[in-house]
């Protein structure tokens, strides 16, 4: 038997999180903790592991957000828990450089391996996820179009999104009319719902 | 010790189910199966349990949904998993009969505990869940505001929601204004945001 490997937990459920913990700790070789992605712990303070298993969900915001913090942390040794339909994740996990991807809707035991491999240092990519990567995970949108439309999803009328990018109100309506366009959507809604599924927002 | 209580878990995620069925387990007195909601799985077939773990996000649809099965299949001896934060949820899991109600971000004790307390017909309710169930966890909106915003978040336009509604397009702007205003949101998108955020649609 090899030496142990050291496992960080992040998820935002707590419920969940235990759960995680609870069936990493069936493989004797892992020694795991979990910890909560909001929990503001300073980086000296922070568990030190040799893989950090996340939830893709909680890689949300920019370049100050949650995500980018765990990649300080714990470099490339991130193992990525999302799923096929939620492509905007996975490329956020993949152009970040996470080593491991692994579907929500794999058995256990590819978790298990996923964690052991990423360990290693090697890159470890669930093969249904591999596809969806592949398949179209480009982003449609410019920056300001996923702007101007992520504004809108948090309930913005144009006039403030105008003025929070300061820009006119028609350019704000031109780069909407093109993102709806783009994503093949039927109105500025329908828009929204195919960006938000996809994780792209 | 007393007798054995049969868990059957249902979570949309197998990766999350499985990791559910490792923390119960962790229990000697718990014997539990998962259970893929989606499998379609004929009643006399479906593994015969005391009390049912569920995801609360699987209990969607309306009468013929998934929630009505498992209530059928299980009666109430159902435990919800839920948050604070989804009131819809929550309140379908609560006017459905399910006995107990599980907040996501409990400790993992919780759930064991909530689980035996309902396999004794009693009910579980975290505390927690209780406060987010009594303020304001009503629906504000009639069944046809809540049918018409729910056709918009799925990118309809007014004209398709009014012929698949039978409806005049003055009709359904005029649910839409009421709906916008008794939500307290800013516009359509915000209207659709908050409906969807609290579990409502």
Not at 61 to 69: N, S
Request: some cysteine; aromatic content about 2%.
């Amino acid at each position: 038997m090899g030496e142990m490997v050291r496992i960080v937990v992040v998820h935002d459920e707590k419920l969940l999180r235990s759960a995680l913990v609870e069936l990493l700790r069936s493989d004797d070789t892992l020694d795991v903790c979990a910890l909560c992605p909001d929990a503001d712990v300073p980086d000296r303070e922070a568990p030190s592991a040799d893989v950090c298993v996340v939830d893709g969900e909680c890689l949300t915001g920019g370049d100050d957000g949650r995500g980018a913090r765990l990649r300080a942390r714990y470099g490339d040794r991130l193992v990525v828990l999302t799923t096929a339909k939620r492509p905007g994740v996975l490329r956020r996990a993949f152009d970040g450089g996470a080593l491991g991807l692994v579907d929500k809707n794999a058995p256990a035991n590819r978790l298990i391996t996923a964690v052991h491999t990423v360990a290693k240092g090697e890159r470890f990519l669930d093969e249904t996820l591999t596809v969806a990567l592949l398949k179209g995970a480009e982003m449609p949108l410019t920056t300001r179009e996923l702007g101007v439309l992520t504004l809108a999803s948090q309930g913005a009328p144009i006039a403030e999104i105008a003025a929070r990018l300061h820009l006119s109100r028609g350019t704000v309506r031109n780069y909407m009319a093109t993102a709806i366009r783009k994503v093949g959507a039927r109105n500025r809604v329908d828009a929204i719902r195919i960006l938000q599924s996809a994780g792209w927002t």
